[in-house]
């Protein structure tokens, strides 16, 4: 029987050694290294008494060699059963191993495929959606789960991706007249796990619309229950799907590698397949039991003649897609103005013309949007774009961008046409964490570029030697990247001087990510992304005292944009985009600006796998760092992720905003009274800690404790009233409330302690949680505008003046902080 169940089912039957000693090995090493695998605990919603495990394993960890898992199933559920008083463990639902894009990895280059791999191929088109499993609980009850959780309802009861996929099931197996315990009982018998993609937009949109034929659970897949990864062939799927109701998955099959390659080459210029678009393909076969003699086998982490799966992805036109999604927010968050779109999403002349198109748009009828920061209305809006780029305003348009962009470069060509570039400088804009020395290796990788790092130099005054290595590097190469923060004029100008009597003159190329979203987002996605490297790093290295947050706040203080005039030409990065969509970013630019030949998918994979095994070849000693102690902050607060001064013009602009406010507003701006660049919602202050037993004391310690999570849960709340007397402005804040889409497994510590801070925070404090604007001088304290939100929340209203916000909903994380 199962541990802690009153359920009769017999499990004994259903335990295999080899699986029960895979899983005691991953509780093993969760307890040694928790941050290697993790695992979290859900009820099955069939039978609460039945516990099953989700294990989850570090995404950065599977690209090592040998691998640290002793699996590489990528979803892993698992049940302990007690059999004779001793814990054995059941495999009870299996996802694929993990696999990877074309020359993502070593092992998946064209020519180890080649190598280590056996006919035959079979090409199945790659769903666009989230995944589901579904397999037997007992022999008459099923489970369903996404990759890595059993989800329940969020706290607006937004249904989890495995009840939407479980009310799938129940319409498919309706459909063809079928029933769970039916389903449950074959799953059982065959020890499967279904493997199906969800593609459902009014659930969720993804880059690719679903017409209602095809929503649904599209069957890719069914697993055996096992430690080894075995799954069965194409039609033994179909005919599954077809019996139960499934939408079955497209597919072809080819007999060799090469053809592989140029069947999806030739796919991929086309953009569709069977009449339809598609982002790619996974290709199916097996490790060869006897590999060939070329290639070396021991590379990867796949044991001869098991089922073995890679990936063929198309770049166009998702990656333009995805920058109209983005776009389309920040408009309607910052408000319809071209200023607004950051620079690195105006490369492309279509992406130009659609922020044009969807700014009228918002001001036309900004009602229809209303769903779009939830997901919904996407496709929609994009679909209504590429509708109307075919028509004669539309063509127009696109002419008329085309025409301006020419003359834009013909001009910039006349500028310059006295102007002969020799030598190149590519020079980072940046602050640590945005990835720029991942990016500078794979170019180093891709084109050859000379490449030096100032973290390299352990020198007291290191700006110098850093000079001098960069000059000396140019001797050899056409390019060299100086790969430094730069994030200060004064840097860029000593590069410039540096090569300034240099014949031909030397070109300098930005590689700038703009600091042109909010602060607060800012720090959060880089202090995770040094959270995530550890201690490869030169100096900068995460640490329990949390230093290198402070570290990054200063860097942020300080940073200084990238000027006109400043560099040659610029490559405008994206922080928030992932290391992949980065590297394409400054190829094309590259590509572009040097006239270099594009690499191929499989160079870019390779490029990318170096990037990721990067280690830095000199590194500070650990007995070399001063040990800091801690440091508490003076306060714990809530960072809204917005651009304050831009969403307080816009609204305090509008008709309905009385006189006296606007005047008010106006002076806070032309004084610059207006706060620093990092608006916080104060929670509680070290000053107003009474007793280890008080209320503030509690809530000190909770923020604590979500200051200190590996990754910090997010937060969604709504801005409510601007609210006003003559000597301070502030903005109200309500319906606090745990992120649903922070991507954070629903039972995890950080998911749990975020819940535990909304339920315990203090009504008291609810009630005059705000953003101060500003205040009308130096002499009156920022705390007079928590006076100022009590007062008038109370209904002392006399004196205050207000607006309203109309739905406007902000993300944010609760972090200490010393100013």
């Not at 814990?87 to 639902?93: E, F, L």
């Not at 070329?294 to 044991?303: A, D, I, Q, R, V």
């Not at 490449?451 to 850093?466: E, L, N, V």
């Not at 190329?509 to 959060?524: A, K, V, Y």
């Amino acid at each position: 029987m199962t541990s802690g169940s009153a359920s009769p089912v017999d499990f004994r039957s259903r335990i295999n050694d080899e699986d029960s000693k895979l899983i005691a090995r991953l509780y093993a090493l969760t307890k040694k290294s928790p941050k290697l695998v993790r695992s979290t605990e859900y009820a099955a919603p069939a039978d609460p008494a039945i516990k099953l495990r989700s294990w989850k394993m570090n995404e950065f960890k599977y690209y090592d060699i040998p691998s640290p898992f002793p699996t590489l199933a990528r979803g892993l559920f698992t049940q302990e059963v007690q059999v004779d008083n001793e814990t054995k463990y059941r495999i009870v639902v299996r996802g694929y191993d993990k696999f990877f894009n074309i020359g993502e990895v070593p092992w998946t280059s064209w020519a180890s495929l080649e190598s280590h791999t056996s006919p035959p191929y079979t090409l199945t088109q790659k769903s666009n959606g989230c995944i589901i499993f579904i397999a037997a609980l007992t022999p008459t009850k099923l489970v369903v789960t996404s990759k890595h959780a059993i989800g329940t309802a969020d706290e607006s009861g937004n249904l989890a991706h495995s009840q939407v996929g479980h009310k799938w099931l129940k319409k498919h197996l309706q459909d063809a007249g079928k029933t769970e315990e039916e389903l449950a009982k074959v799953l059982w018998k065959k020890n499967w796990t279904a493997v199906a993609e969800l593609c459902d937009d009014s659930f969720e949109e993804h880059v690719l619309p679903y017409s209602q034929e095809k929503t649904g659970l599209h069957l890719h897949g069914l697993n055996e229950c096992s430690k080894h990864f075995r799954t069965m062939p194409p039609n033994v799927v179909d005919a599954f799907a077809s019996e139960w109701g499934f939408i079955q998955t497209l597919s072809t099959e080819v007999k060799t590698i090469p053809e592989v390659k140029s069947f999806t080459e030739e796919i991929g210029r086309a953009g569709k397949w069977r009449g339809e678009a598609l982002e790619g393909f996974v290709v199916r076969t097996h490790v060869s039991t006897d590999p060939p003699s070329k290639g070396n086998p021991s590379l990867s982490p796949y044991e001869p003649g098991s089922c073995f799966f890679f990936k063929v992805k198309f770049d166009e036109p998702y990656m333009m897609y995805r920058d109209w999604r983005e776009v389309t927010k920040i408009l309607l968050s910052k408000g319809p103005t071209m200023s607004h779109v950051p620079k690195s999403k105006m490369r492309r002349l279509e992406t130009r013309l659609y922020s044009q198109w969807v700014i009228n748009e918002i001001k036309r009828d900004r009602k229809q949007f209303d769903q779009y920061t939830r997901g919904r209305g996407i496709i929609s809006t994009r679909e209504r774009f590429l509708k109307w780029l075919q028509s004669p305003d539309g063509k127009k348009a696109l002419a008329g961008e085309k025409m301006g962009l020419h003359s834009n470069e013909s001009a910039s060509a006349e500028l310059n046409s006295d102007k002969t570039f020799g030598k190149t400088i590519i020079v980072p804009v940046a602050i640590p964490g945005v990835g720029k020395t991942s990016i500078a290796v794979a170019l180093v990788y891709l084109f050859g570029f000379g490449h030096t790092q100032s973290d390299d130099i352990r020198a007291k005054k290191p700006a110098p030697i850093f000079i001098k290595n960069v000059t000396n590097l140019l001797k050899k190469h056409d390019v060299v990247i100086a790969d430094k923060n730069n994030h200060l004029q004064q840097h860029r100008q000593q590069l410039r001087d540096a090569t300034a009597n240099m014949r031909p003159p030397v070109r300098l190329i930005g590689l700038n990510w703009s600091f042109d979203i909010p602060q607060s987002t800012i720090h959060r996605i880089c202090s995770e992304r040094v959270a995530a490297r550890g201690e490869n790093h030169q100096t900068l290295r995460a640490d329990t005292s949390r230093s290198y947050e402070d570290v990054l706040w200063m860097f942020l203080n300080k940073a200084e944009e990238l000027q006109e005039g400043e560099v040659d030409a610029s490559i405008e990065m994206d922080i928030e985009e992932d290391l992949e969509s980065a590297l394409k970013r400054a190829v094309d630019g590259c590509v572009d600006i040097l006239g270099l030949p594009r690499p191929d998918a499989e160079k870019m994979g390779e490029a990318l796998a170096v990037a990721r095994g990067y280690s830095p070849p000199t590194s500070k000693k650990k007995d070399e760092e001063k040990k800091k102690a801690p440091s508490e902050p003076r306060y714990f607060a809530l960072l809204p992720e917005l651009d304050l001064v831009e969403v307080m013009k816009k609204r305090m602009n509008e008709e309905d905003v009385p006189p006296e406010g606007k005047t008010f507003w106006e002076t806070l701006l032309a004084n610059k009274r207006t706060g620093d660049r990092l608006p916080h919602v104060t929670v509680v202050h070290s000053k107003s800690v009474q007793g280890d037993d008080s209320d503030s004391k509690r809530l000190w310690d909770l923020c604590r404790g979500l200051n200190l999570l590996p990754k910090s849960p997010l937060f969604t709340f709504k801005l409510d009233h601007v609210v006003w007397n003559d000597r301070v402005m502030a903005v109200t804040i309500s319906n606090l409330a745990v992120c649903s889409d922070d991507n954070l497994d629903p039972q995890s510590d950080e998911r749990t302690k975020a819940i535990e801070f909304v339920i315990k925070l203090p009504s008291d404090v609810r009630e005059r949680l705000h953003i101060t604007v500003g205040t009308q001088s130096q002499d009156i304290p920022p705390v007079e505008a928590k006076d100022l939100v009590e007062r008038w929340k109370a209904g002392q209203k006399e004196g205050i003046g207000e607006c309203a916000f109309t739905d406007l909903w902000v993300k944010g994380r609760v972090k200490g902080l010393q100013r």
